[in-house]
């Protein structure tokens, strides 16, 4: 039996702007979702993110060990939306919009509300490529 995706609970082309801000993210539906392959804001990244801390490096602010954010701007590691919510915080007081998790080594801009596929755009490359040999022991599988 194949699931049948039901296209009715999209709100249509037509329905005003208010509805229109409850539309998922594409591919969101599925678990899946499409980083970006720009973002204006890279100007902000580290000047050298080929030394960067390692992924068990704790919350600067609480310690926490797990769910933790190395902000791209400054290199600051700090904790998720999903535990006291300090890279938001980051964010929030210093405009630093670009995070790498160390969860699962996706990219983050803030400011842009989106994923950046760091494989793709060449700047945010080295801090995906140094973070996944630290945490895997290993270079990176390279995509087709």
């Known amino acids: 039996m194949a699931n049948k995706a039901s296209s009715s609970s999209l709100p249509s082309i037509n329905e005003d702007a208010a509805s229109v801000d409850e539309v998922p993210l594409y591919g969101s539906e599925s678990g899946w979702v499409e980083a970006r392959t720009h973002c204006d804001h890279l100007a902000s990244l580290s000047q050298d993110l080929t030394h960067i801390p390692t992924p068990d490096t704790q919350c600067n602010r609480c ?10 701007c400054c290199k600051d590691v700090l904790c998720s939306r999903f535990v006291n919510k300090h890279m938001l915080e980051h964010y929030q007081q210093s405009d630093h919009c670009l995070a790498l998790s160390y969860s699962d080594l996706s990219v983050w801009c803030f400011s842009c509300d989106a994923y950046l596929d760091a494989q793709v755009i060449l700047s945010l490359r080295p801090a995906y490529e140094i973070a996944y040999f630290l945490k895997f022991g290993e270079a990176p599988p390279l995509r087709s």
């Open 63 to 72: 310690q926490h060990p797990d769910e933790n954010w190395l902000c791209l």
